[in-house]
């Protein structure tokens, strides 16, 4: 039997909720294509910090990754100044976005494997080494760009991936979800999936297995990291420049997108559908609060209450109760 899902039945139940809630309060506005449109382009770079959380909880040991957005920022800012320095945007905007493009990467995948060897080589609690990455990045941030923002421009190709829609589409979340459907198949079907979320679930067993930790640990990382470098694209696209700064709620937000997603901070659990849907819900409810007009201090208190509604889920498993009150399918057999 295929245990039921908490988590993601909320969350479909919430995303259909606030929609309908949406329409009702605003006669329609707010589920017009042009709003649908402009809140899908809001989810990718703050869902890919999560989804980055949630591979680092997923690791176990108290994994978490505190140092993406700072890392996103990094490399906005690193590969922004090396793109400016060798290509002309107005003569070759394909060549500047490549470059700017790899470059974040580039940037973001290092920083990733920096954080990976300093947990699983030197054996640094992870949030205490995320923590300071976190502040060395965002220092070179500040070192680079003098403090200031950094004007990347809007060459047609980086403003299409930040700004352009595809199929009725923003390309920008398409990118986000092919990136969760990728690695939602790795996770699930690769020996790299089943080995992550045993050693999250259970450590020793890893071990005896013949695991090597070091390498689960590291490569997660990495990922994390170049997730970070694909959301300072999409920061970069959507904003025309990049500062070290930006973005400084994000950090929490992505916790909190990963625990609504029933990511388990002891590890080996964790479903790359039910992050992509808790970030789609809490945007649905930032833009709905904007919506009607009230103030951000509503908007973290909804938050706030939405965080300890899942640790309730979580913690008593709703579904499980609710079905052990329903009927039987299946008639009690005849005593013997």
């Not at 640094?124 to 923002?149: C, E, H, K, W, Y």
């Amino acid at each position: 039997m295929v245990k039921r899902d908490a988590n993601l039945a909320v969350l479909c139940v919430l995303t259909v909720v606030l929609l309908a809630l949406g329409g009702l309060v605003s006669d329609g506005a707010f589920l017009s294509l042009f709003n649908l449109q402009s809140m899908a382009t809001q989810v990718p770079e703050i869902g890919l910090l999560a989804i980055g959380v949630m591979l680092a909880m997923c690791a176990g040991n108290g994994g978490i990754d505190l140092s993406g957005i700072a890392n996103a920022n990094m490399s906005g800012v690193a590969a922004g100044i090396f793109a400016i320095a060798t290509v002309d945007a107005a003569t070759s905007p394909m060549l500047f976005t490549v470059v700017f493009a790899v470059g974040c990467m580039t940037v973001g995948l290092i920083a990733g494997i920096l954080n990976g060897i300093i947990i699983s080589r030197f054996a640094i609690t992870p949030i205490l080494a995320t923590l300071g990455t976190q502040m060395l990045f965002t220092g070179v941030a500040v070192v680079l760009s003098d403090g200031r923002s950094l004007t990347i421009g809007s060459p047609d190709p980086l403003y299409e991936l930040g700004n352009g829609v595809l199929f009725g589409m923003p390309i920008s979340f398409l990118i986000f979800l092919a990136i969760g459907a990728v690695l939602a198949v790795v996770l699930r079907l690769t020996p790299y999936g089943m080995r992550l979320m045993l050693t999250g679930a259970n450590p020793k067993a890893a071990v005896y297995s013949g695991f090597r930790g070091v390498r689960i640990i590291t490569t997660t990382y990495a990922i994390s990291g170049l997730l970070a470098g694909i959301a300072g694209i999409i920061i970069a696209a959507r904003n025309v420049n990049v500062k070290w700064d930006y973005g400084t709620s994000y950090l929490l937000v992505a916790i909190l997108i990963a625990v609504m997603a029933g990511v388990r901070p002891q590890g080996g659990h964790g479903r790359i559908v039910n992050v992509i849907l808790a970030a789609v819900v809490l945007q649905l409810l930032s833009s709905l609060l904007n919506f009607i007009g009230l103030s951000n201090f509503v908007r973290d208190l909804a938050w706030g209450i939405l965080l300890l509604c899942f640790l309730a889920v979580a913690r008593f498993d709703l579904t499980d109760r609710i079905a052990a009150f329903a009927p039987s399918r299946h008639p009690p057999r005849a005593a013997e």
